[in-house]
């Protein structure tokens, strides 16, 4: 038996051990051996450094995962220091310009800064290490310092979405996932390999909580459906749900039933498109298991779609368009010619009865189609997407970002927005609104006109839209490869507590709730098989 001597010997042998490795390791990232941090001789430059993603700017949550960066400045070492006003900095050292930051140190200094600044300082020593400034040592280059804002705000812990190749009309591979934005953790929700393939979408939830979810499903073998969750318990109702949305109170859903068509031009910048050929908008009541149909939003006429209510639930918001066509198709020299207005219905939950609908924008008032409205949780604001045409702003280069000032429009009695700064040259769509009404979510193809990537942007009490923040990923190359597309992002306050196994053994089997849908035109033949080209 060794003694207790010989053991306490070997033990610190092994810390030593260790603490060498850990030291070489700093040193081969840092490269100290080849004086790899600046002295005291530097020449400053009068701009800043080039970095992807550049956060250089931008309102940043204090409960965010590390925002890693690559440097893109020539150079043979790279040194960044970050600092705030209270705590101890953090610093990075690389030789390949790529500058990841550990979470510990990194949550730390975002947690004691709330509300103040976040400091970047970016030295890069010159390629030839030999070079010298006066027979000093290497030459660093100090470029100037980044500055972001810290919100006082947090974002919500975890973001939903949905990943999908940017396909035309097959996938095979699709899911929703869930990201915890606190970290690089990310999960699926449920994805299609649980049902043979088939389509999973129009996540939806209730005031930002995951006890309630909505999915939609589209399968094969398994027939359309929608997927409700109650904490745990799954049950399958006997229809397609469309664009949903929740009632505050949780006692109902609107959601649109669309009769929805991907098309091809022949040439264009964008070759797919999509069209609405019939669409309404309809309830489905959570207690009673029953769909009733909403007449003032079921206008034969009419193209009703994307519901959104109030956060006090006595308004539905959507959006509608003219119908312009009777027996030929929307194709036929008309589809770029459909504009959605934006409407406002008064409902009582209570007595279940709707009011008149009324126009709070019209599109010959804007130019333009509007889309995709979400009010924040104070009902303040509404945010929501213009494009040139139609109803699917992702496909739509023109498509924008707007902000609604609804208490100026209630004093005023018409339309109080504008368009946000922080929109680009490419297509802006799918967003969404944290809890507490100081961040959006949204989609946007800025990086590459091609693929959709989610940006979370706060919003002050003045309603200012700061510039966004790409989502961080580990890796700061991760979006240079990835082929997949994130669309529909949902801020949400915790993780989805039900299993992914448990909501494919609903969709598989055969319980199900069966409702009777509203006859119209828009309604899916009951006998149809249901499309794969789903353009989300």
Known sequence: MLSEHLLTGRREAVRAVVFACAITVYAGACGLAGQARPGDHCVAVDRPATLRPDYGGAVIPPNISPL???????????????????????????????????EGPWRRLLAENRGGELRVDIYVRSLDATSSAAGQGPVWTRFQTLRSAIAKDPIDDFIVYRRIRPVHSTYRDMGIYQRDLRSFDERPVFDNGYFKHGCVNCHTFCNNHTEEMLLSIRSGPYGSSAILTDGHHVSKIGTKFGYAAWHPSGKLIAFSVNDVRQVFHSAADEVRDV?????????????????????????????????????????????????????????????????????????????NSW??????????????????????????????????????????????????????EKEGGHAVYRRLDINSDASESWHSWSSNGRWIAFSSKRLSHLFTRIYLAYVDEQGQVHKPVLLPQKDPAFYDSCLWTFSVPELVTEPVPVRGETIGRVVRGSNRIEVKMPVTMATPKADATPRHDDPR
């Open 355 to 408: 009011g008149e609908p009324e126009t709070v924008l019209s599109a010959s008032e804007a130019g333009q189609s509007i889309l995709l409205p979400r009010i924040s949780p104070d009902g303040r604001w509404l945010l929501f997407t213009m494009c040139d045409y139609g109803c699917f702003p992702v496909y739509r280069k023109s498509s924008d970002l707007y902000l609604m000032d609804l208490h100026a």
């Open 68 to 102: 890693n960066f690559l440097i893109e400045e020539k150079g043979s070492a790279y040194f960044v220091k970050m600092t705030s006003e209270r705590g101890e900095g953090l610093e990075v050292c690389s030789t390949t310009g790529e500058i990841r930051v550990k």
């Open 275 to 351: 069209m609405d050929f019939d669409s309404l908008i309809t309830t489905y009541r959570v207690d009673e298991k029953v769909v009733r149909a909403a007449p003032p939003l079921a206008r034969k006429e009419r193209l009703e779609t994307y519901p959104a209510w109030s956060p006090d639930g006595k308004s539905l918001y959507f959006c509608s368009a003219p119908k312009t066509w009777h027996d030929q198709s929307p194709l036929e020299g008309t589809y770029d010619r459909i504009r959605y207005d934006l409407m406002r219905a008064p409902y009582d939950v209570n007595g």
